[in-house]
């Protein structure tokens, strides 16, 4: 069973590119999220989905776009990337009813940009 | 809005030794409470949760009560080992769909 799956696993980008983090799941769970990691600040929410074909801004959103086409699949998307958005990015997903805290996380991207 | 706050560390103890991380909250209702670990290199993962007052959670060893009266939620182990070396989340979930996460508490055991 791999639970959440996260592709790639380290990323260079230079000032301006674009990229997609792609975030598998197969615990056919209902909720996705996309957080941010980076010193001092904890785990913010970026966006996160509850269904298949919705998502929803979460705490930091501005230059991020997300998509959830398949129900196991929760793409983050950078479509010109700044150097503020170095950062671990993890994604997660939750059963959908009375267990909505418990959340399970892939291992991390770790992105660079330049 | 929905806040947790958790000592800032980094905490270093020594093998053996008591582990105590505090945690407080504040949210309107009644949120569920959860410690997560993150292990160097990994993802978050679940370490213990209560969903009501005076639950306490458990798991590995490590014990966390949650006391509505203090909107306390620490975490406690009596006895760290090296492998316990992480950093631990404390988090909340007030009935949205999301978690409000603490800022994280590193934790270093030495031999």
């Known amino acids: 069973n791999a639970g959440v799956t996260q592709t790639p696993k380290f990323r260079v980008l230079k000032t301006g590119q674009s990229m997609t983090l792609l975030c598998a799941q197969d615990?056919?769970?209902?909720?996705m999220y996309w957080y941010r990691q980076d010193p001092g600040m904890g785990l913010r929410l970026i966006h996160y989905?509850?269904?298949?074909?919705?998502?929803a801004k979460g705490e930091v959103p501005d230059g991020y776009n997300v998509s959830r086409l398949k129900k196991q699949n929760f793409l983050l998307g950078l479509e010109s990337a700044a150097p503020s958005q170095t950062s671990v990015y993890f994604c997660?997903?939750?059963?959908?009813?009375?267990?909505?805290?418990?959340?399970?996380f892939g291992e991390g991207s770790r992105l660079t940009v330049l | 809005g929905d806040s947790v706050t958790q000592m800032e560390g980094p905490v270093t103890l020594s093998e053996e030794a008591f582990l105590t991380i505090n945690c407080t909250y504040t949210?309107?209702?009644?949120?569920?409470l959860f410690w997560y670990v993150q292990y160097p290199g990994e993802g978050l993962q679940l370490l213990l949760k209560?969903?009501?007052?005076?639950d306490k959670g458990s798991n590995k060893g490590f014990e966390a009560t949650y006391r509505k009266e203090t909107t306390s939620f620490h975490l406690e182990k009596g006895s760290v080992q090296v492998s316990d070396s992480a950093v631990y989340f404390c988090?909340?979930?007030?009935?949205?769909?999301?978690?409000?996460f603490g800022k994280g508490t590193k934790l270093s055991v030495i031999p």
């Open positions: 949210a309107t209702g009644y949120p569920s």
């Open positions: 997660a997903s939750s059963q959908r009813h009375g267990t909505v805290g418990e959340l399970f």
């Open positions: 989905s509850v269904g298949e074909g919705t998502t």
């Open positions: 209560a969903t009501k007052a005076d």
């Open positions: 615990m056919n769970h209902e909720y």
């Open positions: 988090a909340l979930w007030a009935g949205s769909y999301q978690l409000t």
